[in-house]
């Protein structure tokens, strides 16, 4: 050590430094004083031993000064390297209950802790040990205020409820609208008899908080589309594209509860069905109905209408609804009419393939009818029930093959007789008067 033997000669030598057992770790004075350090001393003259000791107790500092830095350092990095750990794995999740579990985790690594949850929209999406007291006074106060707390002594704060927490802290998690949750930790022991959270442990969980906020709002909007874009699928079964957009902007399925409304129904089946398919496989039979269905479906689409059901070899369409149209018979007869033109295309096809032709009667009847989803608990259906229905599957069994009947109700509707030839009046069972029908030309 130069620094120290220059200094020892210009005091004039004679000082040694020994540890606490005595042994001489430098010099050669034995001295007439005895200047203690922690973990040894140093002899020699007075002055002389007072000054080494005062250049000891300086260089021990600044080394601890030293150490403690790194220290702090290296524990900033471990906290600062967990945050982004935890900010990349919170970016891959989209389920509010894995968020949870994957904050709560690196919270716990961070932060002393034995017990722990997360709430979202008032329910606990994940916890650490024993279960959080939702009901309790600190839960809901934090909710309420949207501020971190720390509490030490859960017990005599008198706030904890049914949570076996002995201490507890807990930050919000918020998005733009204010308060959404809030993730907590706790023990259920102290640590020593000292404080078990200090400032430093709320300001960690606050950053913790803010990431998991961010990434529960996400997961629940992503939950939303998901939802969203389940229910477009289910719509665009039996909707057109631009109906179903419709009603997922104003309400979604919920839209579609039964009411009472003006509706035009159409109903369309193949002729001599029964002989061809008892002709056929079973399989060209489903190949047959679902090329028969699709190409219908379309046409009925393109005409803003909407495919109720397949009934065997029957196809039941809806005009007017779910969204009320003051054209609805109008579009019901020119889907009618471009049905029997796409036939004529589809037949074609199947001719060439060596398949037999398909030809269609088409019914059609407007009137009020109650539509909306109707079923039970387990399986609803978006329908309509009604005379107005039972009158158009009637229709239907009265037109041959390439035929259109409509009733006079829509020939009414539509407002022109050109396109219309009477076929004068008709029972149809389960009626008691007849009704006037025509057929299209």
């Known amino acids: 050590m130069p620094v120290l033997t220059r200094l020892v000669e210009t005091l004039g030598g004679g000082v040694s430094i020994a540890d606490a057992s005595g042994k001489v770790l430098w010099g050669d004075g034995a001295g007439l004083c005895r200047v203690e350090l922690d973990g040894g001393f140093v002899a020699g003259p007075e002055g002389a031993a007072q000054a080494v000791a005062g250049l000891l107790e300086l260089l021990a500092a600044k080394e601890n000064e030293r150490r403690d830095l790194a220290g702090e350092v290296l524990h900033l990095y471990r906290e600062g390297h967990l945050i982004g750990e935890l900010s990349e794995q919170l970016a891959a999740v989209l389920d509010v209950g894995d968020v949870g579990r994957t904050a709560l985790e690196q919270a716990q690594r961070l932060i002393p802790a ?192 909407t495919v109720d059901k397949f009934i065997g070899d029957c196809i039941m369409a809806l005009f007017g609804a779910p969204v009320e149209s003051p054209r609805a018979a109008e579009d019901a007869l020119e889907a009618a009419m471009g049905m029997q033109q796409a036939m004529t295309k589809l037949n074609a096809s199947r001719l060439e393939r060596g398949l037999h032709a398909i030809e269609i009667g088409i019914g059609i009847h407007c009137g009020p009818a109650v539509v909306g989803n109707i079923g039970s608990v387990d399986r609803v259906q978006y329908t309509a029930i009604g005379d107005t229905v039972n009158v158009a599957a009637r229709l239907v069994n009265l037109a041959k093959a390439g035929e259109i009947i409509v009733s006079a109700a829509v020939r009414e509707s539509i407002g022109r007789d050109e396109n219309f030839e009477a076929l004068g009046n008709v029972d149809l069972k389960g009626r008691a008067t007849q009704m006037g029908v025509y057929r299209v030309r």
């Open 114 to 305: 034995t017990l722990g949850g997360m709430v979202v929209g008032g329910a606990v999406v994940a916890e650490i040990g024993q279960g959080m007291d939702l009901d309790s006074a600190f839960v809901k106060s934090i909710l309420e205020r949207g501020v971190g707390e720390i509490v030490n002594d859960f017990v005599a704060d008198g706030r904890r409820g049914q949570w076996p927490a002995q201490a507890v802290i807990a930050a919000p998690l918020k998005n733009k609208q204010g308060t959404i949750g809030l993730i907590a930790l706790g023990v259920d022991a102290g640590l020593d008899g000292e404080a078990t959270y200090v400032a430093a442990h709320l300001k960690l969980l606050n950053t913790i908080a803010m990431q998991a906020g961010a990434a529960v709002a996400n997961a629940l909007a992503s939950q939303k589309l998901l939802e969203r874009e389940v229910e477009r699928q289910a719509l665009q079964m039996y909707l057109p594209p631009q109906v179903a957009e419709m009603i997922l902007s104003s309400g979604g399925m919920e839209r579609l509860d039964g009411v009472v409304q003006p509706v035009t129904v159409l109903y369309a089946d193949i002729r001599g069905f029964t002989t061809m398919s008892e002709r056929m496989e079973a399989r060209d039979v489903v190949h047959m109905l679902n090329e028969f269905f699709t190409a219908m479906s379309g046409v009925i689409f393109e005409a803003r209408g």
